[in-house]
Nanobody, 115 residues
């Protein structure tokens, strides 16, 4: 019943920036944490960044200082500002939302960093 939809992915040159957005829709309980995960071809899905309802954040070491995760003003929204992008950031990025009763995932959005 709950759906997460990501947007903002695309092709960007190394050193460029992208801003990913995620919005939840449907009937859901309080969201305690939202975040972003990514999966590159042939690799396991990995955590990128998370933010709690109290605005505590957690980042993968590989993106610290370059990416910023933040909650939106509307319930069930989260953003990922991606700066100084590297080819190693190329992956499908997935939005995640955690409630007391379930975890929800978006369909993913492709980010490609290439010259």
């Amino acid at each position: 019943q709950v759906q997460l939809v990501e947007s903002g992915g695309g092709l960007v040159q190394p050193g460029g920036s992208l801003r990913l957005s995620c919005a939840a829709s449907g009937t859901f309980a309080r969201i305690y944490e939202m975040g972003w995960y990514r999966q590159a071809p042939g690799k396991q899905r990995e955590l990128v960044a998370t933010v709690t309802s109290s605005d505590s954040t957690n980042y993968a070491d590989s993106v610290k200082g370059r990416f910023t995760v933040s909650r939106g003003n509307a319930k069930g929204t989260v953003y990922l500002q991606m700066n100084s992008l590297k080819p190693e950031d190329t992956a499908v990025y997935y939005c995640n939302a955690a409630t007391r009763f379930a975890d929800y995932w978006g369909q993913g959005t492709q980010v490609t960093v290439s010259s």
